[in-house]
Structures are given as structure tokens and as C-alpha cells.
């Protein structure tokens, strides 16, 4: 699976903007078919993602667009439009607004079949968003409810909206975080995270509305990337680059993966399961956390 750091969000409704997204430096460029489109071009907006996806150099981008949620009218004809008019070019889809395992399996089985409709062998893949509260009680059912999931991600818009928190922009931290003592969004960042790690796949975070306010979304990404995030939405193109880089192993960090790797190596050899390297324990668990980092490095092209 390709490394998925930065996802710009491009509206599905605007040329202009899908083409600049199909050539960024963005690990995904998906065209969005709900929020970004005003319900008057929702059905423009669909043979606008079908001429990107069978016109357009993705450069390898996975072609990927973000369908309307399971209560709206507009979700079925976006699956069976694109996916038969796209005619194999469709590589991922994500799924807003997932409220329970049921909701996956309902895109899952009408992909089966449109899919053997058009005779595509190949299983287009899923990303479901968790933006509810209802998602939220049953995201660990939904990260384990389909082969094709790749990853949860994390909705902080819709999410604060659903359980009433008072929010001023998306995924901004605001004068609503500064009187609460912690991180107003640890938990349900946290559950989201577990719930994909405990079913192998990936956990990545919203978007960061503020594209002007460079250093509020640096901080934004370094919060996630802390917190053991895979990638982020951008919302902006000059959101790009800084997000590929935070979520990318730094130079230091791959140097000290190997000499831990090094360093374990060695004193297995010798019979030592723990062992002291620049006056750090060094154990099992180190090696599993250096593993992670080689692994993230060479998905990014690092080493
Ligand atoms: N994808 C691709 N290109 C984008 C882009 C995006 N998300 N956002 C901006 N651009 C392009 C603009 O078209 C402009 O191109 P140009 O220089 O060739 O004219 C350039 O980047 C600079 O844009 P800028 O003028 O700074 O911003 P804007 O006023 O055109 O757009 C927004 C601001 C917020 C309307 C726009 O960024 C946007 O629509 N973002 C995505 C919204 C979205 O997808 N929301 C749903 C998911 S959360
Ligand atoms: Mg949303």
C-alpha cells in the first residue's frame, strides 16, 4: 500500500483545482463529491470525477474520490456512476460519515457487484470516516468490518458538530481548547487510532481549516505525528509540503533506528536481551519501535 502522508482534499465540482491536485506533491489527491460540492452540482460533479480519472497523469496518485454519506440520496448513483463510467480507473474510495460496520458493508457489497458488472477484477479500496458519535462507540467494529478498509480517519469538523462541542474552525485549536486542561480530542483520537492499529490498518487525521496559519497547522500534524498518526488532510496545496515532511522519519531518526537494530543485533549475539546504547535501555520493544521507523522510511522513499 502506497505511504498515504498528506490526502489534499480537491473539490469533485472544479477543473481547475483537480488538475493542480492530480500533478501536487500529495500522496492522494481525492475529489470530493460531499462537503465541497453544493447539492445543485452534485450530478455535474460526478462526470467531472469520471474525465479526472480516465483523462488526467496521477503521477501513481491512487485515483480516489470521497463519495456522499449512506443518508443522502446522492451516495448510490456516485458508487455506480463513477465506478461504471470510470470503467477500471477507480482505485479508492472514502466513505464519510460512517456510523456502524453495517454502513461498510452496504458500499463493500454494491462495489462486489458493480464491480463484477464491468468484469474489474481488481477490488477497488475503502477508507471510513469517523465523524460521529455513533461512528466513534463503533469504530473498533468498523476497522475490522471489510478486506478492503485501508485506514480510519479521523473527521474533527463533523465530529465536534455531532457531539455538541463548541468548535470556531476544523481541526483549529481555539479559544474553546484553551480553558480545557488537556487536549480537547485525546480520546476520540486516541480510540481511532487503537481501533485501526488492533485491525492492521492505517489512522489518519483531519484536515487543519486555518491554510493561512502555517505554524498552527505544523503544530497540527506534529500532534498527530505524536500521537502515532500515519498522515493528514490537507485542504490547500501549501499544506503539502510540510505535511509529507513531519510525517516522514527524519535523518536522525532513521540513523538511530539502524544503530538500535545494530546495537540489539550485537547483544543478542552475546547472549543479552537488554543492553545499554548512549545511556539508553535497550530492549525488545526498541527494536520493534526502530522496525517502525525503517519501515516508514523506506515507504517514503528514504532509504
Ligand atoms: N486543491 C487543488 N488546488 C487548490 C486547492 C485544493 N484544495 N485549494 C487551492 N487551490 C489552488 C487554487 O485554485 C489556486 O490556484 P492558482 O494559483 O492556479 O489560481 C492556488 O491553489 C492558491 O489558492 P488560494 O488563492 O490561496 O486559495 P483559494 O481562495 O483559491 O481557495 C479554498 C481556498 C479554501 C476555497 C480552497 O483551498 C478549497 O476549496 N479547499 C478544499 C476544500 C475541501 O475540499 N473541503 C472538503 C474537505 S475538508
Ligand atoms: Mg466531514
Known amino acids: 500500500m502506497r505511504i498515504q502522508r498528506s490526502i489534499l482534499s480537491v473539490p469533485g465540482s472544479n477543473w481547475k483545482m483537480i488538475q493542480k491536485g492530480a500533478a501536487s506533491e500529495a500522496d492522494i489527491a481525492l475529489l470530493d463529491l460531499e462537503d465541497a460540492v453544493a447539492p445543485a452540482s452534485k450530478a455535474d ?86 465523524e460521529t458519535a455513533k461512528g466513534l462507540i463503533n469504530c473498533e467494529a468498523i476497522a475490522e468490518s471489510s478486506d478492503r478498509l485501508n485506514s480510519l480517519i479521523y473527521g474533527p469538523g463533523d465530529y465536534s458538530a455531532s457531539v455538541q462541542m463548541p ?40 484536515p487543519f481549516a486555518n491554510f493561512r496559519d502555517a505554524d498552527g497547522h505544523r503544530t497540527s500534524c506534529l500532534m498527530a505525528r505524536a500521537m502515532g498518526y500515519d498522515g493528514k488532510w490537507c485542504i490547500h496545496p501549501a499544506q503539502i509540503e510540510v505535511t509529507n515532511e513531519l510525517f516522514s522519519p527524519s535523518a536522525d531518526d532513521i540513523a538511530w533506528a539502524q544503530r538500535v537494530i545494530e546495537a540489539y543485533e550485537d547483544a543478542n549475539r552475546n547472549g543479552l536481551g537488554a543492553v545499554e546504547l548512549d545511556n539508553k535501555m535497550i530492549d525488545a520493544a526498541n527494536i520493534r519501535m526502530a522496525q517502525a521507523t525503517i519501515d516508514q522510511a523506506q515507504a517514503a522513499g528514504l532509504l
Open 45 to 130: 460533479a460526478r462526470q467531472v470525477v469520471i474525465q479526472a480519472f480516465t483523462e488526467l497523469d496521477w503521477g501513481g496518485k491512487p485515483r480516489t474520490f470521497r463519495m456522499n454519506a449512506l443518508d443522502t440520496p446522492y451516495f448510490y448513483r456516485d458508487l455506480i456512476e463513477i465506478v461504471e463510467g470510470a470503467r477500471g480507473a477507480v482505485d479508492l474510495i472514502i466513505v464519510p460519515k460512517v456510523n456502524r460496520p453495517e454502513d461498510v458493508y452496504v458500499v463493500d457489497t454494491m462495489l462486489t457487484q458493480i464491480e463484477r458488472g464491468i468484469g474489474q477484477e481488481r477490488h477497488i479500496r475503502l477508507e471510513a470516516q469517523i
Open 167 to 206: 468548535s470556531t474552525s476544523i481541526g483549529v485549536m481555539d479559544e474553546w481548547d484553551a480553558v480545557y486542561p488537556g487536549h480537547r480530542y485525546q480520546y476520540v483520537m486516541h480510540r481511532i487510532l487503537a481501533a485501526a492499529r488492533a485491525a492492521g490498518i492505517r489512522a489518519i487525521d483531519g
